[in-house]
């Protein structure tokens, strides 16, 4: 079974420090992995997947499938990026499959002036 | 506003009654998806609908039903037999496609027992 662990439920940084959120995962198969945010009042929303490559917001994400892990990173934290966030892994990758995701426990971030 | 819509924002279930969750999308998606958040747990995936008149169990379906008699329409009850249904819901739609598709999510709502 698949299973995805973030180590840490509250993350602290200064604005213009940088910041990792720590995201490792476990699956016998090719992951499909995203991380999503939720900022405060607003609804839940995808931030960026790994199979994209890119960078939103700042942030950055590494698929390492030697140490399964897939960590998010911004190299200037700024106010505005305190959030929840979530690090996602989908079970049916490949193929003509759908969005049946596990998540994990979420990680709270919280950027100070 | 298009998107999904789900009702009501908070709802009170009493001991013994079933509730019904409602959640609609205009995004003619036909994947729609019930995930449980509670806190310190992430979010947990109840029941899963890829297609109209076909839905498939989650991780923690106990205690909970479905029908996806319209693609626009995924509604959620929580039956007596969910023993801790306080939590907050959050209905998520997507389109399939090669597994990498995103999530498009509602504003969730918020169930509590009197």
């Known amino acids: 079974a698949q299973r995805v662990t973030q180590p840490e439920k509250l993350l602290s940084v200064f604005k213009g420090a940088p910041v990792e959120l720590k995201c490792n995962y476990s699956y016998s198969g090719s992951p499909e992995l995203f991380w999503y945010v939720q900022y405060s009042r607003q609804r839940l929303q995808l931030l960026l997947r790994?199979?994209s490559r890119e960078s939103i917001k700042g942030f950055t994400a590494d698929l390492n499938k030697g140490e399964t892990s897939f960590h998010l990173k911004k190299p200037f934290a700024q106010e505005e990026d305190s959030a929840m966030y979530y690090c996602a892994l989908n079970a049916n990758a490949g193929g003509t499959s759908y969005g049946k995701l596990t998540f994990g426990q979420g990680t709270i971030l919280t950027v100070h002036p | 506003d298009g998107g999904i819509t789900q009702s009501p924002k908070y709802l009170f279930r009493k001991e013994g009654q079933n509730v019904t969750l409602s959640c609609e999308q205009n995004?003619?998606?036909?994947?729609m998806y019930w995930y449980r958040q509670d806190p310190g747990q992430g979010l947990r995936l109840i029941y899963y609908s890829q297609i109209v008149n076909d839905f498939q169990k989650g991780d923690i379906a106990e205690g909970y039903s479905v029908s996806r008699e319209k693609k626009e329409s995924f509604p959620l009850t929580v039956t007596s037999a969910q023993k801790n249904p306080t939590a907050f819901y959050l209905c998520?739609?997507?389109?399939?496609?090669?597994?990498?598709?995103?999530?498009?999510f509602g504003s969730g709502t918020q169930l509590s027992v009197l």
């Open positions: 998520a739609s997507s389109r399939p496609g090669q597994g990498d598709e995103k999530l498009f």
């Open positions: 790994h199979i």
């Open positions: 995004l003619n998606h036909d994947a």
